[in-house]
């Protein structure tokens, strides 16, 4: 019967686990990055808009989350108009038009979201290099 040396894959699997382990952090930073880019491009895009919607943009913000449980973990981004500023209650408005008013939507979030999508896989991509670089993999 050969002798099989399994010591680099038990290694290899101990390194992977330490990947997982250390990516949380790195993630956090590429959702904190992109949300703050997908603020940013949603204010401006308000800015230009019609002056009657000159406090709106200041409404705009984000908010992330991380909860961490027996099941796992995920990291969250809520990016829109805040309904504490008193602008923000007529974000949706602007966002997404009015039939009643024959106001119509800007999508300034969506658009401002879709703009910043491939930044955001950049940034998942730097996140596990550097989870991998962390474990003594990169």
């Given at each position: 019967?050969?002798?099989?040396?399994?010591?680099?894959?038990?290694?290899?699997?101990?390194?992977?686990?330490?990947?997982?382990?250390?990516?949380?952090?790195?993630?956090?930073?590429?959702?904190?990055?992109?949300?703050?880019?997908?603020?940013?491009?949603?204010?401006?895009?308000?800015?230009?808009?019609?002056?009657?919607?000159?406090?709106?943009?200041?409404?705009?913000?984000y908010e992330v989350t991380?909860?961490?449980?027996?099941?796992?973990?995920?990291?969250?981004?809520?990016?829109?108009?805040?309904?504490?500023?008193?602008?923000?209650?007529?974000?949706?408005?602007?966002?997404?038009?009015?039939?009643?008013k024959s106001l119509a939507?800007?999508?300034?979030?969506?658009?401002?979201?879709?703009?910043?999508?491939?930044?955001?896989?950049?940034?998942?991509?730097?996140?596990?290099?550097?989870?991998?670089?962390?474990?003594?993999l990169g």
């Open positions: 019967m050969p002798d099989f040396d399994f010591s680099e894959l038990t290694s290899l699997a101990a390194d992977l686990g330490e990947v997982a382990a250390n990516a949380g952090p790195f993630v956090r930073s590429a959702v904190e990055v992109t949300s703050g880019r997908v603020k940013k491009d949603a204010r401006e895009a308000v800015k230009s808009g019609a002056s009657q919607w000159k406090a709106l943009p200041g409404a705009i913000d991380v909860d961490a449980g027996l099941g796992g973990s995920s990291i969250t981004s809520e990016i829109g108009y805040s309904k504490e500023r008193p602008a923000g209650r007529l974000g949706n408005l602007r966002e997404f038009g009015s039939p009643a939507p800007h999508n300034d979030l969506a658009n401002a979201l879709h703009a910043n999508e491939a930044d955001f896989e950049r940034g998942l991509s730097k996140a596990a290099e550097d989870a991998e670089k962390k474990a003594g």
